[in-house]
């Protein structure tokens, strides 16, 4: 049973609904709170994929950032930016090879640095999706820049 502690602001979170000590302050579909672009972490980490693309997709570069470290410190595992450095490094190969096309190639070079994580569990190919995201989104916006600057 949550906790609640009247008078002090602290939201209790209810199923449907967030209510504080001045009555119902969200209501929320499923796992997305309206008024909001929060997703309970939770959800995140069961809803099927179709589902998570869904709630990625429209996400900016930031908010895919900020539910990847949130994700991360649920896990445990490498900083965000090693995960970053991580997936750069399989992306741009020392040999200089083609770009991998697979999400696949990708999971498998950061799968390692979550020995935690049982092999069956989808979390971390569910950390690189808003990962990957958030990268793309940021050179798009790099790239975008730099033809304006041109």
Known sequence: MPSFIPATGIT???EGECV???GVVETR???VV???NRVELDWLLKC???VLVSVI???SAESC???AKTILSHIGGPSFEELLSRIVEAMVKADGGAIPKSSDEYYFAVRDMFPNVPKESDVVGRLLAFTMQAGVLRL???QTHLRKAN
């Open 12 to 14: 209790l979170h209810l």
């Open 20 to 22: 504080n000590r001045i």
């Open 29 to 31: 579909k499923d796992a």
């Open 34 to 36: 309206k008024g909001s």
């Open 48 to 50: 099927n994929v179709d």
């Open 57 to 59: 997709r429209p996400l």
């Open 65 to 67: 950032e900020q539910y």
């Open 140 to 142: 798009e916006r790099h």
